[in-house]
């Protein structure tokens, strides 16, 4: 997980919310229905029948071996899991696990299919907390429960569904001892047996390493009866780690697939961070002619390296800069010292269009193409991110971003003008610096991505670094906040940032604030920063709904790992569903009247009382 100096926070809405106590675990939840569900563990379902599946009372494994107890399938590549989910299933959940199943067919075979009268399936409810039996438990339908706690974050349903697919804890692998101390001296003796592990004749770690990051793992303090902690890694820093339900793992990811002989996941998805020679298959638009290019006013796209501080071999279809024995202008130009990929200074690659380094050389006006493989996808929706650092001396360079149609012959691209075009112009306040650019995009079932650049002046560098492509909409709305490491520094604890007013697809208007310290509710502990929605005034000049209702929120913090395979972004849930009072709701004010139209607002506009979102939103460590 990697944040660096670009932290992200992007607001997403779709269609389901969370708790007040920071990272509340499958344990403090299940605590008071443990027995009389009969939990091993305090989240696995125990048996009621095909007992040779499970172990006795204790007995726990990392992944059921036996290839019997997980779910049968005949397509290769494609491992369908009918559901059904509770009628009375309040929109939070419901939410939950429509982004739970995007995020397992994002990563691997694994497809969570609407239930159609199959005679083996997984019925969700909400229960008294949230647990799973293990693998494929039954010969018809088996339960697995969400209850009213266990629907803050994705992760946790993520971790409920690996012991559906038959996962068990991460701790109780045999080899746990070699990366954790198992403290027991806090913890009652009725509780032991939830730390056994067991040898490798039992147990299938599918080739996987120890994975403190795991959605699997135990938290640091799990079972234990006052301020101590039950597992130690000895890696100090994983401390702050286990436990984590946000998403998945890289290890996670690569255990169902090696389970389920998964090749890839169901979802498309692209991504380059030009790191390597070849670009990730994007070239420079070619022109065989040279003076044709000139004609054209082209210049090549090159990648930079930035230890070497200077060009990565020749990946010129052009050879326009060239100037044998031309001097070396007296002013060099400014390169970013670091790309977005890996967020260190002086390391790393992107690419880069920029003026001449010669005296005679002037790249004024000149162009640069950049073009894409093709691209196959067979949904509606697209989301298209490309990190871009545009340092210009006057602010009019600029990038195009174009989606073509590609045929289905040789991939050439088809038509005389885009389907779709996206400007990034040159900003005076992030001059120089890496920006985020988002866009859900309906490209064609085959189609190509083109980067056009002008170079504003001869002094100017435009780079590009980390783009991808998902099958999937983007997030419906995003808050980039720069330099948080001196944001956290000025801004005392109670203190803010607002956002923009921003629209949802209602037409509301609302901002966002995040305290960087905390909330104030938190005075004294800054340990978490705090994150709100709240509505704006605006909104009562609009010819809206009112209460505002059967809203789903997901507040993320982008993860800026490249791929979006392995990202682990931070994301809590609310949900606004008049009728149905969640246990966040306490106010006693009824949820009609809170989020109807503003009677509260500040000298901002905003409302305070017709707010949504988390005083524990994401933990300081996890930023820094």
């Not at 959940?93 to 429509?98: D, F």
């Not at 039992?202 to 959605?215: H, K």
């Not at 001097?327 to 880069?352: A, N, Q």
Request: glycine share 6%.
């Amino acid at each position: 997980m990697k944040f660096s100096k670009y932290f992200c926070p992007i607001l997403g809405f779709a269609a389901g919310s969370l708790t007040e106590d920071g990272r509340p675990d499958e344990m403090s939840i299940n605590a008071e229905i443990a027995e009389q569900e009969n939990l091993l563990e305090y989240d696995i379902r125990g048996p009621d029948h095909k007992q040779p599946i499970y172990a006795k009372q204790g007995q726990t494994k990392s992944a059921l071996r036996e290839t019997f107890f997980r779910w049968q399938h005949k397509d290769v590549n494609h491992v369908p899991i009918p559901v059904e989910l509770e009628e009375y299933m309040p929109l939070i959940t419901r939410g939950i696990y429509q982004d739970a199943k995007r995020n397992y067919a994002l990563r691997t075979c694994i497809d969570l299919k609407p239930w159609e009268g199959e005679d083996q399936y997984v019925r969700i409810f909400q229960g008294g907390g949230c647990y799973s039996y293990i693998g494929w438990a039954y010969y018809t339908q088996q339960v697995l429960s969400i209850g009213t706690r266990c629907n803050s974050q994705v992760g946790t349903f993520q971790h409920e569904f690996m012991h559906a697919l038959g996962i068990f804890h991460e701790q109780s692998r045999p080899d746990r001892d070699t990366y954790v101390f198992i403290n027991l001296t806090d913890v009652d003796p009725w509780y032991h047996g939830n730390f056994n592990k067991y040898p490798f004749s039992q147990v299938s770690i599918e080739d996987v390493e120890y994975d403190y990051e795991s959605v699997m793992h135990y938290g640091p303090t799990g079972f234990v009866n006052g301020d101590g902690t039950s597992i130690d890694p000895y890696i100090p820093y994983f401390s702050n780690v286990i436990g984590q339900r946000k998403d998945f793992s890289r290890n996670d990811v690569a255990k169902i697939n090696r389970m389920y002989q998964c090749s890839g996941p169901l979802i498309n998805h692209f991504f380059c961070e030009f790191t390597e020679e070849n670009i990730g298959g994007f070239v420079n638009q070619p022109i065989d002619d040279k003076e044709l290019a000139e004609q054209e006013n082209r210049i090549d796209w090159k990648q930079y390296d930035i230890r070497q501080s200077g060009i990565v071999g020749d990946i010129s279809a052009n050879d326009l800069d060239d100037c044998g024995d031309c001097k070396l202008r007296d002013t060099p130009l400014v390169f970013p010292e670091t790309d977005h990929s890996d967020g260190r200074d002086f390391t790393g690659r992107y690419m880069v269009l920029n003026g001449s380094a010669y005296d005679a050389v002037d790249n004024t006006g000149r162009f640069g193409v950049m073009e894409s493989r093709r691209f196959d996808t067979m949904v509606a929706e697209q989301c298209l991110e490309v990190w871009t650092n545009i340092n210009s001396k006057q602010q009019n360079s600029y990038i195009d971003v174009e989606i073509w149609e590609a045929d289905n012959r040789f991939g050439e691209i088809i038509g005389r003008f885009p389907i779709k075009k996206f400007r990034i112009d040159s900003d005076s306040v992030r001059n120089g610096k890496w920006n985020i650019n988002r866009w859900t995009i309906n490209a064609p079932y085959r189609f190509k991505v083109i980067l056009r650049s002008q170079l504003g002046s001869n002094d100017d560098v435009v780079a590009v670094d980390d783009i991808s492509i998902v099958d999937r909409a983007c997030e419906s709305h995003r808050w980039p906040i720069h330099n948080f490491a001196q944001l956290y520094e000025d801004k005392k604890a109670g203190e803010y940032i607002q956002s923009d007013i921003m629209t949802a697809s209602t037409g509301h208007k609302f901002v966002l604030r995040f305290y960087p310290r905390g909330h104030p509710n938190r005075k004294g502990n800054e340990d978490y920063a705090s994150l709100f929605l709240h509505l704006h005034e605006s909104s009562n000049d609009l010819d809206l709904e009112w209460p505002w209702d059967k809203q789903w929120f997901k507040f993320i913090v982008q993860d800026q790992v490249p791929d979006v395979l392995f990202r682990m972004d931070q994301n809590r849930v609310r949900a606004i569903q008049v009728g149905y009072e969640y246990d966040e709701d306490l106010s006693d004010e009824p949820l009609s009247e809170k989020w109807g139209k503003i009677t509260d607002a500040d000298n901002d506009g905003v409302s305070e009382r017709a707010s949504i979102g988390y005083e524990t939103f994401i933990p300081t460590f996890d930023i820094f």
